[in-house]
């Protein structure tokens, strides 16, 4: 059997390009894929090559050469570079005009430049001869994949099928009408495809027009369908014959408090005893009181309302008068940056803030913790908590998406953390209350941890998964 060819295309990918947790999937499952399957698939990731990656890994990349592609009345330019990574092929598409830029997005342009990006795809497709059977696209950056292959390539790609997997519904590239064809290059007898709520909807085209629709947890699957759409509900019901749910999984080599070169000291679940050793550290780091019998509560999180930031904030003087430290990573909205500055500052010793992030000082929160917060009020996967277990640090979280799919309540049986069912405060608190009781009993504490620890959040179902949709389109 010859090997199947798959694209991915993405506006994103980690290491060169992240800035949430799709680009961290999105460098993952092709390496579980190869790994897993390398004599069935050949992968590669095409990406825009965006101003700080050609900074920072030009001396990892390749210049290919350059073609076209054209969008609507331009013709513009394509550099293509390339870099390997693990038997994966990346190619980048280099413009200046579009990717020359400091962040991915963020920019009045940015549906134009991500309709170049698709249109770019199909160019490097044509130039690097990497023909691909199936094309998977990843959000709405790249919706315009499935519906150029269902449009513009009909003819010329008739023979790859797309799938499109959404990692979150709350970003569907919304555009006023008149951008159908000028900026979208789609012909007005199109437009229904993309048409919703009078506005051109990229990601409502993209699930009309894909073969195969997933997302990143089967809870999730199912409550887009429902009532967590973001308005999309009817189409996402008229498309769940081919909607899978498929929960993600981590890098474990990567998040290993046995091996992360991030920790002050490394353990395991065999010897988990030096996790202390870094919570020390982090009390250091956070300048919080060096008192060993209390619990530490971190927060690594962007600061955005439907994490769940609101209700913490309506928790906060509470768990300033509780026996616990908190601790809290991440950057967001100025309202939540401008609180936690100033609760943490009317609470020295207790509270440490540091907003900002990186994944070094969030590895090390991770192994110096003991209870991570996600309350989010939606979560197609999540990450943290998955990451938060393989530190021995329990997560409480709210009863949605992918936490639901990930953590079990230990005080169902064997769990590896708490989870809460309504999106209110009481509720939240109510459950700190419950694990720091957990807390004070070490025996029973340890026992979770180790149950935690060892949860299996690795790829290779997932990855499976993935390959089973393949092998139907092929
Ligand atoms: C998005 C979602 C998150 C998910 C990630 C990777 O960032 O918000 O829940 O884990 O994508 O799929």
């Known amino acids: ?87 994966v092929m990346y190619y980048f598409v280099d413009n200046l005009q579009y990717f020359g830029r400091e962040r991915a997005y963020g920019y009045f342009d940015d549906g134009e430049r991500f309709a170049f990006f698709c249109k770019a795809v199909f160019s490097v497709i044509e130039f690097t001869g990497f023909h691909p059977d199936v094309i998977h696209a990843h959000d709405w950056q790249s919706a315009l994949v499935p519906l150029y292959l269902r449009t513009r390539f009909a003819d010329k790609y008739s023979g790859i099928r797309s799938v499109l997997t959404i990692h979150n519904l709350e970003y569907q590239g919304q555009f006023a009408p008149h951008t159908l064809s000028d900026v979208f290059d789609l012909y007005e007898s199109e437009r229904s495809l993309v048409d919703w709520n009078g506005c051109v909807n990229l990601l409502k085209g993209a699930i009309v027009t894909c073969d195969r629709l997933t997302t990143v947890s089967p809870s999730y699957a199912q409550e887009i369908r429902e009532y967590g759409g973001h308005g999309l509900e009817p189409i996402l019901r008229e498309n769940a014959y081919k909607l899978t749910g498929i929960i993600n ?68 003087e509470d768990l300033a008068e509780m026996d616990l430290q908190f601790v809290l990573l991440g950057t967001g909205d100025h309202y939540f940056e401008t609180y936690f500055r100033a609760w943490a500052a009317e609470h020295p010793g207790k509270v440490g803030i540091n907003i900002s992030y990186s994944t070094e000082t969030a590895s090390l929160i991770f192994a110096g913790s003991d209870i991570t917060l996600m309350p989010s009020l939606s979560e197609p996967c999540g990450l943290t908590q998955m990451i938060s277990c393989r530190y021995g640090t329990i997560p409480i979280v709210r009863e949605t998406g992918g936490l639901k799919d990930t953590i079990r309540d230990c005080r169902l049986g064997d769990g590896n953390g708490f989870l809460f069912p309504h999106y209110n405060a009481a509720e939240l608190l109510y459950t700190i209350r419950k694990a720091l009781e957990l807390y004070s009993a070490p025996d029973t504490w340890s026992k979770l941890t180790q149950e935690a620890m060892r949860s ?19």
Not at 456 to 474: H, N, T
Request: proline letters at 5%; charged letters at 20%; hydrophobic letters at 40%.
């Open 249 to 316: 999984g981590i890098d474990t080599e990567l998040y290993d408090p046995a091996t992360d070169k991030a920790l002050y000291r490394n353990y395991s679940a065999d010897s988990p005893s030096e996790k202390f050793s870094n919570k020390r550290k982090l009390r250091d780091m956070f300048g919080l009181r060096q008192n060993p019998q209390t619990p530490v509560i971190c927060v690594v999180s962007r600061l955005v309302a439907h994490k769940g930031i609101d209700l913490i904030t309506q928790i906060a």
């Open 456 to 474: 299996d959040f690795s790829w290779k179902s997932s990855a499976d998964a993935y390959a089973a949709i393949y092998e139907e389109l092929l």
């Open 1 to 87: 059997m010859s090997k199947k060819r798959v694209l991915f295309a993405t506006s994103e990918v980690s290491p060169y390009m992240a800035t949430g947790g799709m680009g961290q999937v999105v460098a993952a499952l092709p390496q579980a894929l190869v790994s897993a399957y390398a004599s069935r698939y050949d992968v590669a990731i095409v990406c825009p090559l965006y101003e700080p990656v050609k900074r920072r890994y030009s001396g990892e990349l390749t210049f290919l050469g350059a073609t076209t592609a054209k969008l609507a009345w331009r013709d513009q330019y394509v550099g293509v570079y390339s870099a390997t990574r693990d038997g």
